[in-house]
């Protein structure tokens, strides 16, 4: 990764003030020039107040750099008792620590010594019998030990004298005091204030001053928690606010790298409205700013140039401050992004997203105004585009890129927009259409990436650079999408569904019916996709109230009767010229939705004038393989609940060859001489036969049904 790409930010305080980006340098050298010159010998508390996330350690490491570089440094101690939190003994942890501390002065050997027993005696103190305040932390306990417990007032005033001879400064900070449990948080101020203040010792106590407040007050002899902190701490020192937009180029700095490191769509004019009114005013701490930042790098990295920069940004910002309201918006897209109506009004439907929020619902008004247009607030500015700019600037009020926004990932199977692109950008050319789209359709998740193609651009047709070269590259490679992407339930028609929409639409552009069909012969012409051509006619004739079908308006027809029967007459040519050019024979391919040779051929006899379709199959069926292959691609499958069904009726094969001829040659097959598909095609040929000789109607899918129960 080079330098210049960006990464999750550490929470991590910062230690050298040179990286200092929100004014917290000056402050913290302040605060170590009156540590070392001003205070006075005696125990000395400073107290640096914030809350979580505001810079509070990172201002107590500036203070330690700064002490660090004077002439005559003091001795510098570091204990955070949250790394000791929840055990007993996190006074005598303290001791620990600040002996450590001395350890570097020879001259400190007796008093570190004088520490352990003093710290020993305190191990031994049951620590709910420490009351606040203590003036004289040994007095009344000596009948609470198994032995008598050190002379700690002694041990205490020892050390003193000893500190005081020494003379030395000792600077002892104590981080995170706020993340300890109430009980704890009394303790460490028991510590500071009767047991630990030594002459020479200044401490530097870091907190939020609210949760220590509270925390001192629920035990019984404090009323005023922040009184009692007057009491202890002698300089307090707020956290002070960022200089003037520090904190806005402390974020917009991280943004912008992560901007620049992807191809995301960017709006500079969406992005001031909606950074100034709904992201800026939630950014308080440098901690904001981090989690946010991080959010949006972390969601990108996964997104890579599927979505809008500024959807991104303003939605992690939901999801960060406003976690309920993002739940709702991903749980129930139809609030969002459904066009809306008369009835569909803010009051009724919108104002419970910002009435029960705690936190300002002004910012949350501004940002759902800018993600989602038709919701009516009362924020005056307005964004509103047309729906297919939402979806060409990939915004998340497109239904069709909303989805999107809450994968975290690119699902195995789909297309990157990138990817969207560099097909659109050949479909002015059939043949390298149609090589792309047989390589997609060998890149699979749920469903192959061909099919997630034809579904974007069945919506989309009018980025398709060359219509006609569209359309032919579809009947070329029509079968094989459709063998490998099949309707996968009765409500799924799988890739077959997508690319007659697609053809239909691009067909429903061009006025002229003379001009549709001379389409549609020229790319039945080049087909390599029976079914398909099959499927196209009967569709046309469904149109016309033939083949099950309701007749629509005269103006709503694709093409005249007339033109149908031409169309039909080109499909029969091509029916002959596969059949001529390979093997128009398939493996049999069981599943809903998948193309059957056997329909084609059927109707082939059906539409054609000649002998040549009969003569075609008394060929292929010459032998046992090629007769399998042929009942097979007859097989029909059909669902029942959740179990799929084969069926055939013997009597599609009718107009083929004799059904006892084709009964008696199947039947005299070595069952051990096939494989598992071609013995489930024996069997299914069998089942139809008995029953037709049982006077049933093997073409019903429910008599199958019916048989499978019994």
């Known amino acids: 990764m080079t330098q210049d790409t960006p990464q999750l930010l550490s929470d991590s305080a910062l230690d050298d003030p040179e990286e200092d980006q929100l004014g917290y340098a000056d402050f913290a050298e302040k605060i170590s020039n009156a540590i070392y010159s001003d205070i006075p010998s005696d125990e000395f508390v400073v107290g640096i107040y914030g809350q979580w996330g505001s810079g509070k350690s990172t201002i107590i490491n500036f203070i330690e750099h700064e002490l660090r570089q004077k002439d005559e440094p003091p001795i510098i101690v570091r204990f955070n008792p949250w790394w000791f939190s929840g055990q007993s003994d996190l006074i005598q942890k303290f001791f620990s620590q600040l002996s450590a501390g001395l350890e570097m002065d020879d001259n400190f050997e007796e ?53 005081e001879e020494e003379n030395q400064q000792i600077v002892v900070f104590i981080d995170d005091i706020d993340r300890l449990t109430q009980e704890e948080i009394r303790q460490m101020f028991r510590l500071v204030k009767s047991v630990a203040d030594f002459p020479n010792i200044i401490y530097v106590l870091a907190f939020d001053q609210d949760v220590v407040t509270k925390a001192l007050e629920s035990n019984q002899g404090v009323n005023d928690g922040k009184e009692y902190l007057d009491k202890i701490i002698q300089l307090p020192q707020q956290v002070p606010l960022p200089e003037e937009n520090a904190l806005h180029f402390f974020l917009t700095e991280r943004l912008d790298e992560i901007l620049h490191s992807s191809d995301l769509y960017f709006d500079q004019s969406h992005w001031q409205e909606v950074y100034r009114k709904g992201i800026q005013p939630l950014i308080d701490t440098p901690r904001d700013a981090v989690r946010l930042s991080n959010a949006v790098y972390t969601t990108h990295l996964g997104l890579e140039d599927e979505v809008n920069f500024v959807d991104l940004v303003a939605l992690e910002t939901v999801r960060l401050y406003f976690s309920p309201v993002y739940e709702e918006i991903r749980s129930n897209p139809d609030r969002f992004v459904r066009k809306r109506t008369l009835s569909h009004t803010a009051d009724e439907n919108h104002a419970d997203l910002w009435e029960e929020t705690e936190v300002n619902e002004e910012p949350l008004k501004s940002i759902l105004e800018y993600l989602f247009p038709r919701i009516d607030t009362d924020v005056r500015v307005r964004y509103t585009e047309h729906s297919d700019t939402y979806r060409k600037r990939r915004r998340i009020c497109h239904p069709e890129i909303f989805p999107y926004y809450f994968r975290q990932t690119l699902p195995k199977g789909e297309l990157s927009s990138e990817e969207i692109v560099a097909i659109l950008a050949i479909t002015d050319d059939a043949e390298t259409l149609t090589e792309r789209l047989e390589e997609l359709a060998e890149e699979n998740g749920e469903r192959s990436k061909a099919n997630n193609f034809l579904k974007r651009i069945s919506k989309r047709t ?249």
Do not use: C
């Open 462 to 710: 009018e980025d398709i650079n060359d219509e006609a070269a569209m359309v032919k590259s579809l009947y070329r490679v029509g079968d094989y999408l459709t063998t490998v992407d099949p309707s996968k339930n009765a409500l799924d028609d799988g890739s077959r569904g997508f690319i007659i929409r697609i053809i239909w639409e691009i067909l429903g552009q061009i006025e002229d019916k003379d001009d549709r069909l001379e389409l549609l012969k020229s790319s039945f012409a080049e087909s390599d996709s029976p079914y398909l051509l099959y499927y196209t006619v009967n569709k046309l004739l469904r149109e016309h109230g033939e083949v099950d079908g309701d007749e629509i308006e005269d103006s709503e027809k694709m093409l005249d009767r007339d033109q149908v029967e031409e169309l039909k007459t080109a499909a029969v040519r091509r029916f002959e010229e596969l059949a001529e050019e390979r093997e128009l024979l398939t493996e049999p391919q069981f599943g809903l939705g998948t193309p059957r040779i056997g329909t084609v051929v059927e109707n082939w006899s059906e539409w054609s004038p000649s002998d040549k379709p009969e003569e075609w199959a008394n060929n292929v069926t010459d032998d046992e393989e090629g007769l399998i292959r042929f009942v097979g691609n007859f097989v029909l499958t059909g669902r029942s609940g959740s179990t799929e069904i084969e069926y055939l009726d013997p009597r599609w094969l009718d107009s083929f060859a004799d059904l006892d001829e084709i009964k008696g040659r199947l039947s005299e097959i070595e069952e051990s001489s096939l494989d598992s598909k071609e013995k489930h095609v024996v069997e299914t040929f069998q089942q139809g036969m008995e029953l037709l000789e049982n006077g049933k109607d093997p073409s019903s899918f429910e008599v199958w049904t019916l048989g499978t129960r019994s």
């Open 111 to 163: 008093i570190r010594n004088k520490l352990s027993d003093y710290a020993r005696g305190f191990s031994k103190i049951p620590l709910s019998t420490v009351g606040i305040p203590t003036e004289k932390p040994a007095e009344g306990l000596a009948n609470l030990l198994e032995t008598d417990p050190p002379d700690l007032d002694e041990l205490k005033a020892d050390i003193s004298d000893a500190l």
